[in-house]
């Protein structure tokens, strides 16, 4: 199984399903398409200015291509009720065809980075399991250890 690292608090938000795009540069392989992946929280520690710049945007009503109950998860990260798993997979979800992140919010997403050249991922039908860890992540896509999903 294919596996794609992300951040944390945004793969933490893929797996519990508020979070419907992970954007990039580049449109994900045709051949994963349809394909479920492992989501791979990266050894990058959470950046307290990340999440609160995210949780003022959803305060102020911002559409940044997050859904409405993500406040919870942020509120709880924020005042650490709830941990973030790093360098860990977190769940796998179903990997659809990419669109161009212009064509998919009249806003922006979480990301400043938006421009004609990015590209949203679809990504569905989370399901999380015990974060597994710690497993060093690579760019791009790469191969989850056999067994550890």
Known sequence: ????????????MIIAGVKPYEFRRWAAPR?????????????RPV???????????LGDGEDI?????????????WRREAELPTASGLGTAVLGEPRRAVDIYAGRPDSDRVDEHVWGWP??????????????GLQGFWTWPQGAA
């Not at 051949?31 to 989501?39: M, Y």
């Open 47 to 57: 950046r307290t200015r990340e999440l609160a710049q995210l949780i003022n945007q």
């Open 1 to 12: 199984m294919r596996a794609f690292t992300i951040w944390q608090p945004w793969a933490s």
């Open 65 to 77: 291509g997050l859904e409405p109950r993500a406040m919870d998860l942020l509120d709880r990260w």
């Open 31 to 43: 051949h994963l398409w349809g394909q479920r992946i492992v989501i791979h929280a990266g050894a």
């Open 123 to 136: 990504l569905t039908d989370s399901q999380p399991f015990t974060p597994i860890g710690p497993c060093r």
